[in-house]
């Protein structure tokens, strides 16, 4: 089949080798352009940019999309059967949407209409969600709004992280995006009930805001690790929480309740179990505590 691909970060890469090692001609490979990053804020390629050089396709990597009719009928010129979209960052307009033949297929990461938008990972298991999985859908001008082709669950595990979980997630986009180009399913349109929105994170979503109940606390470590991390305020320095586990205990949220690491919260008390101080290696409570104690009643912010 004559396809584009569009995507940009690793979640999308597994879908992208997953087509090429199909047989499907990818004709074009469409990604966010090179951004500075590093201590030398060089400029870098994305994920799937670096994969599709490895692969020998052809690379588009424009700003915007959106009134630019240039872009439009070079894609339109691509002459395809489909395009196969992942987490690429870019808003498609209509006529891009209807160049197709197919149409442009999006892989989700949610169990649509739960977790429409940017984040839907970190969302569930910020929301405590015991299950997600993927959603194959037919593209249209709403935000994850399009019928549905194929969806797929999977569990949540109690201490799944988000990093986790995203790969679990990619490997299976990656399965379904096959069959659904392979079967092409009629289209079921989304249930008007039950819709969600994951909003698109920032770094200061990563505070941990000790007023909250232990067990949401407890979510937001697994949900934000690896990005954008979670984090308080000590000594003039940002300490990242790695991992943490729900305790007995009460007290002034935000307060230690013994010199182990254990803080009271808005209900019951979190004991933090891996740590990491700005440029310094990630430890184990135990070793992070012999260099930068916590004593019984410090407030931390």
């Given at each position: 089949?004559?396809?584009?691909?569009?995507?940009?970060?690793?979640?999308?890469?597994?879908?992208?080798?997953?087509?090429?090692?199909?047989?499907?001609?990818?004709?074009?490979?469409?990604?966010?352009?090179?951004?500075?990053?590093?201590?030398?804020?060089?400029?870098?390629?994305?994920?799937?940019?670096?994969?599709?050089?490895?692969?020998?396709?052809?690379?588009?990597?424009?700003?915007?999309?959106?009134?630019?009719?240039?872009?439009?009928?070079?894609?339109?010129?691509?002459?395809?059967?489909?395009?196969?979209?992942?987490?690429?960052?870019?808003?498609?307009?209509?006529?891009?949407?209807?160049?197709?033949?197919?149409g442009c297929i999006n892989i989700h990461a949610s169990l649509l209409p739960r977790w429409r938008g940017a984040a839907p990972i970190h969302a569930a298991i910020l929301a405590g969600d015991t299950e997600t999985g993927i959603t194959i859908m037919r593209m249209e001008e709403g935000l994850d709004t399009?019928?549905?082709?194929?969806?797929?669950?999977?569990?949540?595990?109690?201490?799944?992280?988000?990093?986790?979980?995203?790969?679990?997630?990619?490997?299976?986009?990656?399965?379904?995006?096959?069959?659904?180009?392979?079967?092409?399913?009629?289209?079921?349109?989304?249930?008007?009930?039950?819709?969600?929105?994951?909003?698109?994170?920032?770094?200061?979503?990563?505070?941990?805001?000790?007023?909250?109940?232990?067990?949401?606390?407890?979510?937001?470590?697994?949900?934000?690790?690896?990005?954008?991390?979670?984090?308080?305020?000590?000594?003039?320095?940002?300490?990242?929480?790695?991992?943490?586990?729900?305790?007995?205990?009460?007290?002034?949220?935000?307060?230690?309740?013994?010199?182990?690491?254990?803080?009271?919260?808005?209900?019951?008390?979190?004991?933090?179990?891996?740590?990491?101080?700005?440029?310094?290696?990630?430890?184990?409570?135990?070793?992070?505590?012999?260099?930068?104690?916590?004593?019984?009643?410090?407030?931390?912010?």
């Amino acid at each position: 089949m004559r396809l584009a691909f569009m995507g940009s970060p690793d979640f999308a890469v597994p879908a992208l080798r997953a087509l090429h090692d199909g047989g499907h001609q990818i004709v074009a490979v469409y990604c966010q352009p090179p951004r500075p990053a590093g201590r030398g804020q060089k400029e870098t390629p994305c994920p799937v940019h670096r994969a599709a050089l490895d692969l020998g396709l052809e690379v588009r990597t424009p700003a915007r999309l959106k009134r630019d009719e240039a872009q439009h009928a070079a894609f339109a010129a691509l002459n395809l059967d489909a395009a196969v979209v992942a987490a690429y960052g870019l808003i498609l307009p209509r006529a891009m949407l209807d160049a197709p033949r197919r149409g442009c297929i999006n892989i989700h990461a949610s169990l649509l209409p739960r977790w429409r938008g940017a984040a839907p990972i970190h969302a569930a298991i910020l929301a405590g969600d015991t299950e997600t999985g993927i959603t194959i859908m037919r593209m249209e001008e709403g935000l994850d709004t399009g019928p549905m082709l194929l969806a797929e669950a999977l569990p949540i595990a109690p201490d799944a992280t988000v990093g986790a979980l995203h790969d679990a997630l990619a490997a299976m986009g990656a399965r379904l995006v096959l069959r659904a180009l392979a079967e092409d399913p009629p289209a079921v349109p989304q249930p008007d009930a039950g819709v969600t929105y994951a909003p698109k994170l920032a770094k200061a979503d990563g505070r941990l805001d000790w007023s909250q109940d232990a067990a949401a606390l407890e979510r937001r470590v697994r949900a934000l690790n690896p990005w954008p991390g979670t984090y308080f305020d000590h000594a003039g320095e940002q300490v990242r929480v790695l991992a943490a586990r729900v305790e007995a205990g009460t007290g002034a949220p935000g307060t230690l309740l013994d010199d182990a690491a254990l803080v009271a919260t808005g209900a019951a008390a979190l004991r933090l179990l891996r740590l990491q101080r700005p440029g310094r290696a990630a430890m184990d409570a135990e070793a992070f505590l012999r260099g930068f104690p916590l004593p019984r009643g410090t407030a931390l912010g």
